[in-house]
């Protein structure tokens, strides 16, 4: 990943809730300031906000010892989601057959920049 000044990322893997879940949380927060992000998912009643929370406090605190920024000027600059490995698991059914069951998994990144 390219880094430009002022810009620090954090990056979550093999989160074990699915990755459409946890792009509903991202959406929320994409664009917005790091403190009013962290506000909004304090609310947010998803199973992914919290992890999602912590993520985007670790990139801030990266970017405050990396780079030396002011916390209150930081904001989202992006933040996605993408598929990690599935656990592959099977359910028995009636018969003698059995369903299969994909339990996913989500990779997250966040990038957070300064406000110019």
Known sequence: MAEQSNTAFARLRQLRISPRKVRLVA???RGKGVEEAI???RYTPK?????VA???KSAAMNAQNEHDVD???LYIKS???DQGPSLKRWLPRAMGRATPLWKRTS???VVVGEKL
């Open 27 to 29: 959406d929320l927060v």
């Open 39 to 41: 506000s909004l998912l």
């Open 47 to 51: 199973r992914a906000a919290l992890p």
């Open 54 to 56: 912590k993520l985007i």
């Open 71 to 73: 916390p209150d000027a």
């Open 79 to 81: 933040i996605t989601v």
């Open 107 to 109: 990779h997250v990144t």
